[in-house]
């Protein structure tokens, strides 16, 4: 089923992965996952969003396609170069803050119960700072993350680490779950109402 085409990918991913290319970024968000998360956010008309790790955008993007006029976007990236190329390609858009900081001064700024939709595809969000995370998700919104699969790139032990993640999470009685071998491996929690 995964050997589909995606329709209708957003236009600028071509000018992204070719700025994202001339600096050797090598973990951009896939077609697959961006396709999932523009899905899940036309679910949320005039939502608010949370993406802790925007790379050079290529999953915002996907995000900014699936939001309505009304919706707001909050993405987070430490390093300078990766979102600056989010920035020249994407910053004219007015659903949109892109902000240039580690994840985990941002997560614990946040007011709780806030974001319709948080993707968290770093480790701030996801691997630390989860429960801070996971206080931020409005009832009935989505916590999503990525790369829960074996990846290649992977270092020694990580492995452990994504286990006990996966374990935290499926035993966590504020969310349903659903595990998905959809991209590089998709996690799907719903807060609770």
């Given at each position: ?20 290319a001339?600096i ?14 523009r899905?899940?956010?036309a ?8 993406e ?5 955008g290529?999953?915002t993007?996907?995000?900014?396609e ?5 919706a ?11 979102i ?9 858009d ?8 580690l994840g ?6 946040l007011?709780?119960g806030?974001?319709d ?9 996801k691997?630390n700072?989860l429960?801070?995370?996971l206080a931020?998700?409005?009832?009935g919104?989505f916590?999503?993350?990525?790369d829960?699969?074996p990846?290649p790139?992977w270092?020694?032990g ?13 035993n ?7 595990k998905?071998t ?12």
């Amino acid at each position: 089923m995964t050997d589909l085409p995606i329709s209708q990918t957003p236009a600028i991913l071509d000018a992204i992965d070719a700025d994202a290319a001339a600096i050797s970024f090598g973990q951009p968000s896939d077609d697959l996952t961006g396709a999932f998360l523009r899905t899940l956010i036309a679910s949320k008309p005039a939502g608010k969003f949370l993406e802790l790790g925007t790379g050079a955008g290529r999953a915002t993007a996907w995000m900014l396609e699936g939001m309505t006029s009304d919706a707001h976007l909050i993405s987070v990236e430490s390093d300078e170069a990766l979102i600056a190329i989010a920035q020249k390609h994407l910053g004219t858009d007015p659903r949109l803050q892109l902000i240039r900081s580690l994840g985990e001064e941002v997560i614990v700024k946040l007011p709780q119960g806030q974001f319709d939709l948080i993707f968290a595809d770093t480790w701030p969000g996801k691997y630390n700072h989860l429960e801070e995370t996971l206080a931020l998700v409005k009832e009935g919104g989505f916590y999503i993350i990525d790369d829960m699969l074996p990846q290649p790139n992977w270092p020694e032990g990580h492995d452990k680490k994504a286990a006990n993640l996966i374990q935290t999470l499926e035993n966590d009685p504020r969310f349903q779950l659903v595990k998905m071998t959809w991209a590089s491996g998709m996690i799907l929690l719903v807060k609770k109402t």
